[in-house]
């Protein structure tokens, strides 16, 4: 085996690859900027190995994780912790890229690679070191958040909304009318809140924008992107803001643990962070609209 740490959001992980997969940086280029060389506590240890897929018939199916538009099947196993198949849905049909199997609390996990390209190699070990890392932190009030980020004056500013619905159009209006803007992640921030403060870091996870920054700032706000004909902004309630985010969060319903971890680490976040629902257009007036009134908040 060969050891390889990172650190994302101050969280440690250590991926261990079987001796003849000498290829990690080939397999996870986006991690290269969350190399770490920190001894001490991790978050989950990750074994990987190349192989045929193991047998998950005999296991119940609870659920599938969407994931960016691949939906990853769930399965229970009986010492109550979980298997996941992991397909990359554009490679013939949906063919299977990687197995994960985990403990009940994801701190021990490994990974088998049972696709025949690069592609679907790194397609699904990205996805099930993505999911160990959400499911593992669930506890330690950090998420991993459906989220574009603009960094603005020091503060990082996460606009959510569905695929295709606008999220990235509006951080990059930002980005080219807002002095002093620029992108932190465009798809899967992590939000920690240590000792009351709520920061949004970079991760080796930003969709189809290779945007992987180890940098983080303190959360300025947090914006539901809607497309509507007119822009305007209203802040949001606690109940209403709570029900916006929930659904923009990496989790697992029928896991108690994980989904208490998450509803918790929301409930702390909206104590000191303003939440607001955005109709707009894609145009530079939306982003003034947003920006003003965030600052006004």
């Given amino acids: 085996m060969t050891h390889h740490l990172y650190k994302v959001a101050e969280h440690r992980m250590q991926i261990d ?156 209006l930002w980005y080219k009318h807002i002095p002093g803007s620029d992108l932190m992640n465009d798809d899967n921030p992590v939000v920690r809140i240590t000792d009351g403060t709520v920061r949004i870091y970079g991760s080796p996870w930003s969709g189809k924008t290779p945007c992987y920054r180890n940098i983080s700032a303190p959360v300025g706000a947090i914006v539901r992107i809607e497309q509507r004909p007119v822009n305007e902004i209203e802040r949001l309630k606690p109940i209403p803001a709570f029900a916006t985010l929930l659904p923009a969060v990496s989790s697992m319903k029928w896991d108690r643990r994980v989904y208490n971890g998450i509803c918790d680490c929301l409930s702390k976040l909206l104590a000191t962070t303003p939440v607001f629902l955005l109709g707009c257009r894609p145009d530079a007036e939306a982003a003034h609209v947003s920006y003003d009134a965030i600052h006004r908040a």
């Fill in 17 to 172: 690859f079987a001796d003849d997969l000498t290829d990690a940086e080939r397999l996870l280029p986006s991690f290269s900027p969350f190399k770490s060389e920190e001894e001490g506590n991790v978050l989950f240890t990750m074994t990987v190995a190349r192989g045929e897929a193991p047998d998950f018939t005999a296991l119940e199916e609870i659920g599938q994780f969407d994931c960016g538009g691949a939906n990853h099947g769930v399965y229970l196993r009986p010492d109550g912790g979980y298997a996941f198949e992991i397909s990359l849905p554009e490679v013939n049909g949906g063919q299977l890229s990687c197995c994960m199997e985990a403990n009940a609390d994801f701190t021990a996990c490994h990974a088998t690679l049972t696709g025949d390209t690069d592609m679907q190699h790194q397609f699904g070990l990205n996805n099930a070191i993505m999911m160990a890392f959400a499911f593992a932190a669930a506890e330690q009030d950090t998420v991993l958040m459906h989220a574009s980020v603009i960094r603005n004056a020091g503060w990082g500013y996460l606009f959510t909304a569905p695929s295709g619905t606008g999220k990235s159009t509006h951080t990059h």
